[in-house]
C-alpha cells in the first residue's frame, strides 16, 4: 500500500509542496530560536570564562561585576591579590556606551590578567592611550578610528565571542582607560575576578562564585528568554497543524478511495500505514527542509545564532511525533470510512 | 463452483426515526456461471442487495451463501477475506484511484493480500490485455473514457479471479457505444467457476441475463378492485408489501401506522368512511409505506390505479399528489 500513498502525495505534488515549504519555514524558525536562546546562555559563559575566576569580589548589594552600578576602589585589587589562598588577582570594570548607533560593552581589563590574553581574530591587544579592541560584528577593521566616552581610539584589534546583554559587541580597553573616559579619571573599579579561593576578603565587600555571576547577568534576560521559549512551542503547534491539515485535507478528499479500498479488500492496517507513511514523510522532509533553511536564516538575523547539534536531532524526533499525531486526525477518519460509501454515483 | 444462494434476506436501517426495510423476505438462487440481472427503480434496494453480497452491509436477518461459505456469519478478518478473495465488485461510478495508473488500480487487490509489486503489475497488464486496454496501462483515469475506465473497474475486479462479480450500474454512466463494449464484456464473463451479479434499472440489459430478479413492485393497471369486510384489529396490508389498489373506506375506520426505529408502531393517520389511502405505492409502484389495520367492524373498497384516476379526474389526482404526505 506504500504505493498508493506514495502516488497520492505526488498526485498532490503542489499542495504537498506548498505543506512542506510551509512546516520548512516554521521548522527553521524553531532551529533559530533554538540558536538564539543556546547564544544568549552561551556569550555569557564565554565573558564570564575569560577572567578563568574562581570567585568575584563585587561591592555590597545583589548586582554582580558586569550588571553593578557601584564601584569600588582601584587599589582593592592589590588588596585581595596579598590575601591567603589568591593565586592571582585582576581588576575588571564594565560598563556601556553607544558606538555607531549600537549600544556596546565597554569591558575593562587589568594589564597582565587573564582577559589581556584574550585570543585576537586580528591586530593586537592596546599598548598605550587611545587604542582599542573591537568586536568584530561591530563591523570595523584594524585602523579605524571610534569615539567611546566622546574621546577617539583606534582600532588595534579585532576579537570575536565577547558579545553580552543580547549579543551586544564589546569594545576592550585597559581598566586605565575606562577610568579616562567613562569615570571622569576616578580610580574606580567595578569588581575583583579572583584565581584560587581567598580564605577572608576584605571588610565592606562581598564575594561571588562564576555560577552566581553568569546567574546575575541572565536577570535581566529571563522574561525575554520566556518569550522566546513560548513563541518556540507555537510555531511547534504551527507546524503541526500545517502538517495535520494538509493530511485532514487530503483524507477528506480521499474518502470515497478509502471506500473503495475497503470495499475490495484493503486491511485497516494497510490503510493506517500508508496515511502515517504519507504524514511522516511531510513531517520528516519538513524538518530537512527546515534544517537547510536555517542554515540560510541564521546568518540574516542581527544576533549571532548558536543552534546546537541536538536541536536538530529533537528536531527530527518531533517532527516524527508531529508527523503521527497529526497523521492520526486523517487516519481515523480513513479507517472508520464505510466501505459501503463505495457504492452509489459520483 | 459459484453458487450464489440468498434465503429470506431481510436488509433494514433508520431513516426519519422510521425503519425502513428496502429488501424484505427475498430469496434468490443463482447458478454457477450465470448472469443475473437485478432489475428496478431506483430506492428498490438493488444497490444495497450488492452491498449485502459484498459483506460491507449486515443484513438484519436471512442468509447469503457464496461457494459454500456463509457470508452472512463472517467477521473480522475472515469478511476481508472473503472480499479480496470470494467477491469482485464493479462501481457504478468507476471509482479507480485517479493517482493511480490502469494497472496500478487493477493490481491493488493483489497489492492489497501482499502480492509483490512486479508479479502485481505484471497481472494486472494481462487482465488490461483481456479487456482490451493493453495500451492503456500507463493511464491514469483521468485521461480515459467512461467506457474505459469502466473496463479497467472490471479488471480489477477480476485481479484475485473471484467466483462472484458484482456490478452496480456498469452502464449509467457511458454513452450507446459504450455500453455495448461493457454488456459483451459482461456476457463473455459469465462463465463455469464464475457468478455475475448485475444491478441495473436498464432495460438494455435483458437478453443479457441468464435470470432477471425483479425488485420493484411492478405497476398492474389490470388488477381486479374488491371489497374488503374486517373486524376489530384486522390487517390490510403491512407497511413494505407491493400496493396493488387503492382503498375508499365505506364504513368504520382505517389505522395507518408506521415502525419507528425503536420498533413501536406510530399512527399516522386514521381514515374514516368516505376517505381514500394507499394511493401512491400502485400508481407509481412503490411499496406500501405504511400499515393499514381496521378499527373496529370496517369495510373498505379497494379499486385499481386505472379506476382511481377516472373516479378523480387528472386534475385532482395530480393535486393530490403534489399534496400528499406520505402515507399508505
Known amino acids: ?282 513531517a520528516v522532509m519538513a524538518a530537512i527542509g527546515g534544517t537547510i533553511l536555517a542554515f540560510f536564516l541564521g546568518p540574516r538575523f542581527p544576533m549571532e545564532i548558536e543552534t546546537p547539534t541536538s536541536s536538530y536531532a529533537t528536531l527530527l524526533a518531533v517532527a516524527v511525533v508531529v508527523g503521527l499525531v497529526a497523521g492520526f486526525i486523517g487516519l481515523r477518519k480513513a479507517v472508520r470510512v464505510d466501505p459501503a460509501l463505495a457504492f452509489g454515483g459520483s | 463452483m459459484a453458487d450464489v444462494s440468498i434465503r429470506d434476506l431481510v436488509v433494514e436501517y433508520t431513516s426519519g426515526g422510521y425503519v425502513v426495510r428496502p429488501i424484505d423476505g427475498l430469496d434468490v438462487q443463482a447458478g454457477d456461471g450465470e448472469l443475473v440481472l437485478l432489475l428496478g427503480a431506483s430506492g428498490c434496494g438493488k444497490t444495497t442487495l450488492l452491498s449485502a453480497l459484498a459483506g460491507i452491509l449486515q443484513p438484519a436477518a436471512g442468509t447469503i451463501t457464496v461457494d459454500g461459505t456463509s457470508v452472512t456469519e463472517l467477521s473480522g478478518t475472515a469478511l476481508t477475506e472473503y472480499r479480496r478473495h470470494q467477491v469482485g465488485i464493479v462501481f457504478q461510478a468507476f471509482n479507480l484511484i485517479p493517482s493511480l495508473t490502469a494497472a496500478e488500480n487493477v493490481a491493488l487487490p493483489l497489492l492489497a493480500t501482499g502480492a509483490g509489486r512486479r508479479a502485481s503489475l505484471e497481472r494486472a497488464r494481462l487482465l488490461l490485455d483481456q479487456v482490451d486496454l493493453a495500451d492503456r496501462v500507463d493511464h491514469r483515469p483521468g485521461d480515459l473514457s467512461g467506457g474505459q475506465q469502466q473496463r479497467v473497474a472490471i479488471a480489477r475486479a477480476l485481479a484475485l479471479e473471484p467466483p462472484l462479480l458484482l456490478a452496480d450500474e456498469p452502464t449509467a454512466h457511458l454513452d450507446y457505444i459504450q455500453v455495448d463494449g461493457v454488456i459483451r464484456l459482461l456476457r463473455g464473463l459469465a462463465r463455469e467457476g464464475r457468478t455475475i451479479i448485475v444491478a441495473t434499472h436498464d432495460d438494455r440489459l435483458l437478453p443479457l441475463a441468464d435470470q432477471v430478479v425483479e425488485l420493484s413492485p411492478r405497476q398492474r393497471e389490470s388488477v381486479e378492485g374488491r371489497t374488503v369486510t374486517m373486524v376489530d384489529g384486522d390487517l390490510l396490508f403491512r407497511e413494505g408489501d407491493d400496493g396493488d389498489l387503492v382503498y375508499v373506506v365505506e364504513h368504520g375506520h382505517i389505522e395507518l401506522t408506521r415502525e419507528r426505529a425503536d420498533a413501536a408502531p406510530e399512527i399516522v393517520a386514521r381514515i374514516t368512511a368516505g376517505q381514500y389511502f394507499g394511493e401512491l405505492a400502485p400508481m407509481f409502484g412503490l411499496r406500501r409505506s405504511a400499515t393499514a389495520r381496521a378499527v373496529g367492524p370496517t369495510t373498505v373498497r379497494g379499486c385499481s390505479p386505472g379506476e382511481f384516476r377516472a373516479s378523480m379526474g387528472r386534475d385532482a389526482v395530480n393535486q393530490l399528489i403534489a399534496d400528499h404526505s406520505p402515507v399508505g
Open chain 1, 1 to 282: 500500500m506504500w504505493l498508493v500513498s506514495v502516488r497520492d502525495l505526488l498526485w498532490r505534488k503542489r499542495r504537498f509542496l506548498i505543506a512542506v515549504v510551509s512546516a520548512s519555514l516554521v521548522f527553521s524558525l524553531t532551529l533559530v530560536l533554538d540558536g538564539l536562546t543556546a547564544h544568549i546562555g552561551n556569550e555569557v559563559a564565554r565573558v564570564v570564562d575569560r577572567y578563568d575566576a574562581d570567585t568575584w569580589i563585587v561591592a555590597p548589594g545583589e548586582s554582580g561585576p558586569f550588571t553593578a552600578s557601584t564601584l569600588l576602589p582601584a587599589s582593592l585589587a592589590a588588596d585581595v591579590a596579598t590575601l591567603p589562598g589568591v593565586e592571582h588577582a585582576e581588576a575588571m570594570i564594565a560598563g556601556r556606551d553607544t558606538i555607531d548607533g549600537k549600544w556596546v560593552n565597554v569591558l575593562g581589563y587589568d594589564d597582565g590578567g587573564n582577559v589581556e590574553k584574550t585570543p585576537l581574530t586580528s591586530g593586537r591587544m592596546p599598548v598605550g592611550p587611545g587604542e582599542v579592541v573591537v568586536e568584530d560584528i561591530l563591523g570595523h577593521r584594524l585602523g579605524d578610528t571610534i569615539a567611546v566616552g566622546g574621546e577617539l581610539f583606534v582600532v588595534v584589534g579585532v576579537a570575536h565571542g565577547l558579545a553580552f546583554n543580547f549579543g551586544a559587541p564589546t569594545v576592550l580597553m585597559p581598566v586605565a582607560e575606562v577610568q579616562r573616559v567613562l569615570l571622569g579619571g576616578q580610580p574606580l573599579i567595578g569588581a575583583v575576578a579572583v584565581t584560587g579561593t581567598p580564605t577572608t576578603i576584605p571588610p565592606g565587600v562581598r564575594s561571588m562564585t562564576s555560577a552566581a555571576v553568569e546567574a546575575d547577568m541572565h536577570l535581566g534576560m529571563d522574561q525575554s528568554l520566556q518569550i522566546v521559549t513560548i513563541l518556540d512551542g507555537l510555531l511547534w503547534v504551527i507546524a503541526a497543524a500545517i502538517i495535520a491539515s494538509m493530511v485532514y485535507l487530503s483524507t477528506l478528499e480521499r474518502i470515497r478511495d478509502f471506500a473503495v479500498m475497503k470495499a475490495i479488500g484493503v486491511s485497516n492496517r494497510s490503510l493506517r500505514l500508508g496515511l502515517a507513511a504519507s504524514s511522516l514523510l511531510l
